[in-house]
């Protein structure tokens, strides 16, 4: 039997499971869950995965899900299909959380219903029969930064180390045996076509900013206090000045928050905090511009006499997506959505997990369309489940596919030609070594 044979049966597996996997997605949808918290969405993986025959390990990384299956035509390398647990924080979204205000605004609820539709797929089709190697079937946790107060307070208690999922991961071991790793993400973004790979992808460095001052009474005696939500407020400012100093080449991106300006009105603030992201598209890149935001908000200290502590926290690498892996992709997406949909992207300037595990390894990061409205935002929705849902799970098993048929001639021809960064070690002492605290006495 052919690849193109053997895909043809399992999208004809998919296709009878279709309802079942837009019923996973949607489920996930109507019950967000913020990083490392995903509790229900990872018992739903896991028990589904249970039924489909498989022995998944949960727990890894709090809430991570991993089950795997040795194709029957012999030994090869470890391919990982990956999907999102996690949900995020967006004010004012129609199916958000009432209690933590989390919504799937990112579409990671369909990526979860496409890598168990994916298993779906290929499991009915007996397809494992005829790839050599393994798959890696893995649902993680907390790829969107966010909740950054209560995931530092998990590491302090010594659950976490890194704050975001597939960096745990990698330091936790679980992507020690795999070899190369892909997941598809959706897009609401028309210009992506209805299928698509990017370049590449911002890195990011995680910063908190505490100013302390002084408490005084607004009123009467506001001469005796020294107000930390100013000097935050010139931080920030400085901030936006040193702006025109980026290079437009570097996409660098600084868009901090406010999470807290004071205890009540009538106080003049003692404790102002802030969070914020340095993206670039280069390491070089966002450690420069990073010293220069520190810079900035020394100077909101300096100017009120206030003492600012700084934490700088690992983020996420920049990522590129393997070559020959998209080439693959390419031609699924020429069967699957016709090839006048599919879309070449350029760089994206957000960031994402994928890109700490494209140090170490090749990866595959493309866009799926099915939504519509913006990323991250209340108007963000799935308005096609057929091609959200069920084509993605197609695109993740035809990948399988093409990279663990024919004795798994496609990923070790990736392997062959990927030249990952960094090792495994190398990766670890190098976010290790981001990480620092800084007290500045203005």
Not at 205 to 223: E, L, N, Q, S
Not at 353 to 374: F, K, N, Q, W
Request: net charge neutral; proline share 4%; glycine share 12%.
């Amino acid at each position: 039997m052919t690849k193109d044979e053997l895909k043809a049966r399992v999208y004809e597996a998919i296709d009878r499971r279709a309802q079942e996997i837009v019923g996973l997605g949607e489920t996930i949808r109507k019950n967000p869950e913020l990083g490392f918290k995903e509790v229900k969405t990872a018992r739903l993986v896991e028990e589904t995965f249970s039924k489909l025959g498989l022995s998944p390990k949960a727990g890894l990384a709090l809430t991570g899900v991993r089950a795997d299956v040795a194709g029957r035509a012999g030994a090869g390398p470890t391919f990982a299909l990956l999907g999102e647990l996690d949900a995020l924080v967006v004010a004012g979204h129609p199916v958000a959380d009432p209690a933590t205000g989390a919504a799937h605004a990112c579409g990671h609820n369909a990526q979860v219903a496409g890598l168990i539709g994916a298993a779906m797929g290929l499991l009915d089709a007996k397809a494992f029969d005829l790839l050599a190697g393994r798959v890696v079937f893995f649902a993680v946790p907390a790829e969107e930064y966010g909740d950054i107060e209560w995931r530092v307070s998990q590491a302090r208690a010594g659950r976490l180390e890194f704050l975001g999922g597939k960096p745990e991961l990698l330091r936790l071991g679980h992507f020690d045996d795999v070899d190369l790793s892909m997941m598809i993400h959706l897009t609401p973004r028309t210009e992506d076509g209805k299928a698509g790979v990017p370049q590449s992808n911002n890195g990011c460095i995680v910063k908190t900013i505490r100013y302390v001052g002084r408490a005084a009474h607004a009123g009467g005696a506001p001469h005796m206090g020294i107000n930390a939500l100013y000097a935050a407020k010139i931080g920030l400012m400085a901030v936006n000045a040193i702006r025109e100093t980026f290079k437009d080449e570097d996409t660098i991106r600084v868009h901090p928050i406010v999470t807290h300006g004071g205890s009540q009105v009538n106080v003049i603030p003692g404790e102002a905090r802030l969070e914020t992201y340095v993206r670039g598209r280069s390491v070089e890149a966002i450690l420069d511009a990073n010293k220069k935001v520190d810079r900035a908000f020394r100077a909101g200290a300096l100017a009120l006499g206030a003492k600012v502590e700084i934490e700088t926290l690992p983020g996420y690498m920049p990522m590129t997506c393997d070559a020959t892996m998209a080439e693959h992709f390419k031609k699924n997406a020429a069967t699957l959505v016709g090839a006048e949909h599919y879309r070449q992207i350029g760089h994206r300037t957000g960031s994402t997990d994928m890109g700490d595990l494209s140090m170490v390894m090749p990866v595959l990061h493309p866009y799926i369309g099915g939504a519509r409205g913006t990323g991250h935002a209340a108007d963000f929705e799935i308005v096609d489940q057929q091609l959200a849902y069920v084509t993605l799970s197609k695109a993740l098993a035809a990948m399988a596919v093409d990279m663990l048929g024919d004795g798994a001639a496609g990923a070790k021809d990736v392997i062959a030609k990927a030249r990952p960064p960094m090792t495994r070690e190398q990766y670890l002492t190098f976010q290790r070594g981001i990480a620092k605290r800084e007290v500045y006495e203005g």
